[in-house]
């Protein structure tokens, strides 16, 4: 396979990453964001059910984070490729700052701050596909993939940090929370502006179609092709019941006792329990095992991962539960690195900003639509059964989907076409897709892609959570 090509440059390492001056600035605008935003996720979604005391309501206040994924998300995505990236990220940290505020205004209706939140995260597609374009202009080679690798890492250790320093302030002033949220936009702003260097739009007006043409290619190429498919609806399925625990963290542990903690402690715990077995998983698997067994491997952390989930059916404790969603996020990190590999290597290199918003804004919505979903669930019903008869659904769910897996030689033969396909980079979407999937071959001016594989990377459009393109699970922004 032409990604298991060594690097012409040689492994890299943390000083040769940190040594380029704009990669610092990214790093650190990102992860101090990465802390607000979900300080400010804790912070909505508890001021929200204190408020109505509403679990549906509550669980809307922290979906609603991904609804503009579903209404425009790819279509942002592909617009953020037209304009400076500099100034694309600086203006919407700016926008969202200015929201973050008017949130913290005592007494807002909660209809308006439902409103608010989602005005805010309309700026979440573009910021983050231009820092996703961005990042292989500023490293090249090995020195990209490691740099992705820490964003990821870093994505998730800020979800931690967000969700204990969110819920602990919130429990006695969510106001200050989300002002704290406001003021990460702010200095996210200074660094990108000051930091970063102003680059013409990667697409000039002459090389633009329509807007809405350019999106559809992306989707076409990812539902067309049966292996990019494949990986979509695997990645998509693992999102359904990963993301409910953190969802229902907040009336879960008000409606069902803290189990000696204090309420906002166990809300944290829950919440935070899911990245910390993330973070492991991608550690553990990553480092013990080669890529054959890490492929082996796949198909039944799929199935496990929903399955630890099934004895929230007994209404455990906080502590248990957490326990029970860190072993879920462990078998989700342990399927998804791979699942991206495979995903990278079959996609055609000219059209990766478009899958990233297509595999992002599907990420986001199934998200989004699964918390949603069991909050009205558990409207009706108790939250622990809830969460285990849903979970009990995920492992049929996975165990189809594995049985469906293509084979070896389809993965294979899908590589191929996406090397050949992508020598010409701006091959039209509807060739390449007609190519994967078995039809009649464009001859024409492609070849061999020769640009070193490294920088495909990990950091293609499935992997990790929200956001980046190692991260597009949660995010107010």
């Not at 019941?241 to 715990?269: K, N, R, Y």
């Not at 509807?430 to 190519?435: A, G, H, N, Q, S």
Request: aromatic letters at 6%; charged letters at 15%.
């Amino acid at each position: 396979m032409s990604d298991e090509r060594p690097s012409p440059e040689g492994p890299a390492t943390f000083h040769e990453v940190f040594a380029q001056r704009e990669y610092r600035a990214i790093f650190a605008a990102s992860a101090l964001s990465w802390v607000g935003d979900y300080i400010a996720k804790a912070a909505v979604t508890l001021l929200v059910y204190q408020e109505t005391r509403s679990v549906a309501l509550s669980a809307a206040a922290f979906a609603i984070s991904y609804l503009p994924w579903l209404v425009g998300g790819p279509l942002l995505s592909t617009l953020a490729e037209r304009h400076r990236y500099r100034q694309v990220m600086v203006a919407c940290d700016l926008i969202r700052m200015a929201l973050m505020v008017v949130i913290a205004i005592p007494n807002m209706p909660v209809n308006v701050i439902l409103v608010l939140l989602f005005a805010a995260t309309l700026a979440n597609p573009p910021s983050q596909a231009a820092k996703s374009a961005l990042m292989p202009l500023v490293l090249t080679g090995d020195k990209l993939v490691l740099g992705l690798s820490l964003n990821a890492s870093t994505g998730q250790a800020a979800q931690v940090v967000g969700y204990l320093i969110g819920a602990s302030v919130a429990a006695f002033n969510p106001a200050l929370a989300l002002l704290i949220n406001a003021a990460t936009f702010a200095v996210s702003a200074a660094l990108t502006r000051f930091g970063v260097a102003d680059r013409p739009p990667a697409m000039t007006a002459a090389h633009r179609s329509h807007l809405l043409r350019e999106t559809g290619q992306g989707f076409r190429l990812v539902f067309g092709t049966p292996v990019l498919r494949a990986i979509a609806v695997l990645v998509f399925s693992a999102m359904l019941f990963s993301i409910v625990p953190e969802g229902l963290a907040a009336a879960w542990a008000s409606e069902h006792g803290a189990g000696g903690m204090d309420t906002g402690v166990a809300q944290a715990v829950i919440m935070a329990a899911n990245p910390v077995g993330f973070i492991l998983g991608g550690l553990v698997v990553g480092r013990a095992f080669g890529p054959d067994r890490r492929l082996a491997l796949m198909r039944p952390l799929a199935v496990l991962a929903p399955a630890v989930l099934v004895p929230a059916l007994f209404d455990p404790p906080p502590a248990v539960v957490a326990l029970l969603a860190g072993a879920c996020g462990f078998a989700v990190a342990g399927m998804l690195p791979m699942a991206n590999g495979l995903f990278v290597r079959a996609l055609p290199s000219g059209f990766r900003a478009r899958a990233f918003g297509v595999m992002a804004s599907g990420v986001q919505v199934i998200q989004g639509v699964a918390v949603l979903v069991t909050g009205l669930l558990a409207e009706r019903f108790p939250i622990p059964a809830v969460v285990g008869w849903w979970s009990a659904a995920g492992v049929l769910l996975m165990a189809l989907v594995a049985l469906r897996w293509p084979s070896r030689s389809s993965v294979d033969a899908a590589v191929t076409a996406a090397e050949r396909a992508g020598g010409a980079g701006v091959a039209p979407a509807e060739d390449v897709t007609r190519e994967q999937t078995g039809g009649a071959p464009d001859r024409g001016e492609g070849g061999a892609d020769e640009r070193p594989p490294a920088q495909d990377g990990p950091g293609g459009p499935v992997a990790g959570r929200p956001g980046e393109p190692g991260r597009p699970r949660h995010a107010v922004r």
